[in-house]
C-alpha cells in the first residue's frame, strides 16, 4: 500500500511537470521526486560503490604526489563552498586520476569528483579548471544523476531502493553507471543547469567565470588531434548555442571574478610532465 500511495503521488508529480511543457518546471518536477525517493545517505552508497567498481573493474590509478592532490583540493574548495549553499549534506570527495592522455572530469552521485591528470594539462589556466570543477559540483547540486536514475530505471524501481525493499539495487545502479563511463547521460537542459552553477560558483570563488568558455573552445579545437578529448566532448557536448548561452549568463547575472591563476598551474603543469 505504502509503495503504491508514493508511486502514484510521485506519477501525478512528474505528470504535471511534463504538462506544463515547461523545461524548467519539467526539471523541478524530476528534482521533486529524486528529493523524495533517493536521500544523500543512499546517493553517498551509490557513489561509493561506483568508486569501488572503478578501482577494482576499471583499475584507475589515482596521484599519489601530495602537491598534485593538493593543489586540486584547494583550488576545489571554495568551489564546494559554494555549492554548499545551494545543496547541503554533501559529503564532497576529490579524487585525481592519473591518466594524461585523458582530458575529462565527471561527478558521481553523493559527491564524489574526478579530475584526470589530462584535464590539468589542458587547460591554460587555473579559471580554466575552476570552471569545470563547478560545472560538475554543479550536476551534483542540480542531482541529475538522481534524476536520471528516476528516468532510466523507472519510479516503481526506485521507489523499492528508497523503501529498503531491494538492496541489489544501488549495487545494479553501480555497475551501469561505470559500464557507461562512470555517469548517467545528462540531458540538454542539465548541463545548461551545471553550466550556470559553473559560471555562479567560479565568480563566487572570484575566479573568472569565463574560465568553462575558453576551456569549452578550447575543446573544441583540440578535437581533432586528441581522441582523450572525446570522453569530455561525448558526455558534455559543446555547441555556439551553448556558448552564447553562457556568456548572455554571465552578462545577465553580472558575474566577474579576477583570478585567473596561470602563474599557479603551470608549476603542477610541468610536475605532470607538460610544458
Known amino acids: 500500500m505504502q ?13 504535471v511537470g511534463f504538462s506544463t511543457g515547461c523545461a524548467k518546471q519539467r526539471i523541478q518536477a524530476e528534482k521533486t521526486v529524486a528529493d523524495i525517493l533517493i536521500t544523500d545517505q543512499q546517493e553517498e552508497e551509490i557513489g561509493l560503490q561506483v568508486k569501488q567498481e572503478l578501482e577494482q573493474k576499471e583499475k584507475i590509478q589515482y596521484v599519489t604526489d601530495p602537491t598534485v592532490t593538493e593543489y586540486v583540493n584547494r583550488i576545489a574548495t571554495p568551489i564546494l563552498q559554494q555549492a554548499n549553499k ?30 584526470y591528470t589530462g584535464l590539468l594539462l589542458a587547460a591554460d589556466n587555473e579559471a580554466e579548471v575552476v570552471g569545470v570543477l563547478a560545472h560538475e559540483a554543479g550536476h551534483v547540486v542540480g542531482r541529475h544523476s538522481a534524476r536520471a536514475m528516476v528516468n532510466a530505471y523507472g519510479i516503481q524501481a526506485i521507489t523499492q531502493l528508497a523503501l529498503g525493499k531491494d538492496p541489489g539495487t544501488a549495487a545494479q545502479i553501480a555497475a551501469q553507471l561505470v559500464g557507461g563511463g562512470a555517469q548517467l547521460a545528462h540531458g540538454r537542459s542539465e548541463e545548461t ?67 585567473i591563476g596561470a602563474d599557479r598551474l603551470a608549476p603542477i603543469k610541468q610536475k605532470l610532465g607538460g610544458k
Open 3 to 15: 509503495q503504491r500511495i508514493l508511486s502514484a503521488f510521485l506519477g501525478i508529480t512528474l505528470a
Open 86 to 115: 545551494d545543496r547541503k549534506g554533501v559529503k564532497w570527495k576529490v579524487s585525481v586520476i592519473n591518466d594524461p592522455k585523458t582530458v575529462n572530469a565527471f561527478a558521481t552521485p553523493g559527491g564524489y569528483l574526478y579530475v
Open 193 to 259: 543547469e551545471a553550466d550556470e552553477y559553473g559560471a555562479k560558483y567560479s565568480a563566487g570563488s572570484n575566479y573568472d567565470p569565463r574560465g568553462l568558455i575558453t576551456f569549452f573552445q578550447k575543446l573544441q579545437k583540440m578535437q581533432g588531434d586528441t581522441p582523450g578529448v572525446l570522453k569530455w566532448l561525448s558526455t558534455h557536448p559543446t555547441n555556439a548555442e551553448r556558448i552564447n548561452h553562457l556568456e548572455q549568463y554571465i552578462t545577465q547575472n553580472g558575474l566577474r571574478g579576477s583570478e
